[in-house]
Each structure stands twice: as C-alpha cells, then as structure tokens.
C-alpha cells in the first residue's frame, strides 16, 4: 500500500474496489477547501466532486460549519444572528469548534471509514485565518482546541484559493445576500479581511505538505483545471 507522508493511505487504481460500480479509497480521504470570502470554494468544490464522480470515486461533501442538523443551526446563528445578541469573538470560537467536531464525528469519520473521499467548504484552518488571526483571538489556545476536537484527522490535502481582497468583496456584492440574509463576516471590515488573507497564507507557509495555495483571481474553469492538477498530484 502507498503512505503518504502523513500515513494515510494514498490513492491507486489498483486498491479501488470497483466491483460495485464505484472506487473506494482504504481508509478514505479528506480534502478541504480553505479561502476567504468570494474565492470560489463551493464552486470548486462543486467541480471536484463532478470530475471525481465521473472518474467513479465515491465521493461525500459537506461544509462546515454545517453539514449536521446541529451544525446548521450553528451555522445559522454565527453567521446571521445580528442584534444584540449577536456572538463575541469567544462564543463564535467555540460555536465554530462545536459544529466542527459534530460533523467529523457524525459525517466525516463514517464516510471515511467507508473508503468515500470528503470534500469539505472550510475545515479548521477556517478558524485558524478567522478567529485567529481575523478576531486576534489566541492562537495557541485554538491550537489546543484543535487538538481537542479535531486531533488527528486532519485533512490530507487542503486546497487554498487565494484572493485579493477586495476582488473577493466585489464578488460577494455580486452573489447577493444568502438564504439567512446578510453574512456577519462578509460585512467585516476591510483590515479584518486582509488579517484573515495573511493567515491562509501563514498556515500555507508553516504546512506546505498539506496546503496547496491556488490562485483564485482567474475563471472557474482555469482555477478547477489546477485544483484539479493539485489533487491529481497528491491522489496518483
């Protein structure tokens, strides 16, 4: 069997079960889709999971936060809930950090045990960038929380589609409001935006294995076609 550098198993045609119509991967894989707002992330990932479906990969995606009946509600709250009531930077960490760990327990995990490939919008390096190095909240305490919710399963391949700010802006204008109405991060200031940029890029730098930056500022099709490549390299 194949290792990657972190000891989960890697892709080969020759370990893909397709007795049943579809390939699966032992021990499954864990991609995830990192980025600041308006990069495109749903999109790709979108795009992904259709080219790995055709190619007869078992394939589950979800998002966080989100992705459990928990977790949307979460989801809800964090990102839409305005008013007074609206979350500190402490509870929308630890918000965060809740939906998280529900969805790899009820969802991610499973699916993995299950030899499918996970694509997921946002994982922990969204906190990480947000509440990190966006809200400056402690970074070594996210760390730990990290450790705590997350602990091994981290992602095998993240990719990071890399934006400038204030084309990310212009495209979340574009796109409109959400289903819930205006998205209290979209709204953030600037300087908040360009501090969670740097941090993406920061986490790429610390853990080149795993983060593949992706520059984002082009078409969807020229951006998939890379992405694309980049899982090509990590999965053959």
Known sequence: MVMSQRGVPKITDCEA???????FVPGGFFISFEGQEGAGKTTQLQLLAQALEHRGWSVLTTREP????????????????????????E?????????????LRRVVEPALAAGKIVLCD????????YQG?????????????????????????????????????????????????????????????????????????????????VDAGRSPQQVHEEVLRRVDEVLA
């Open 91 to 103: 509870s929308e960490l630890l918000i965060m950090a809740a939906s998280r760990v529900q969805l």
């Open 17 to 23: 079960d397709v007795g049943s119509g579809a390939r």
């Open 66 to 89: 989100g992705g459990t009946s928990l977790g949307e509600e979460l989801r809800r709250l964090v990102k839409h809930l305005h008013g007074d009531d609206t979350p500190c930077p």
């Open 122 to 129: 946002r994982f922990l390096d969204s906190t990480t960038a």
């Open 133 to 213: 190095y966006g809200r400056r909240l402690n970074l070594e305490f996210i760390d730990r929380l990290h450790a705590f919710t997350v602990g091994r399963r981290m992602p095998d391949l993240t990719i990071l589609l890399d934006l400038q700010v204030a084309v990310g802006a212009e495209r979340s204008r574009r796109r409109g409001l959400g289903e819930h109405g205006e998205d209290r991060f979209e709204n953030e200031q600037r300087q908040f935006h360009e501090r969670v940029r740097e941090g993406f890029l920061q986490l790429a730098r610390q853990v080149p294995e795993r983060i593949r930056t």
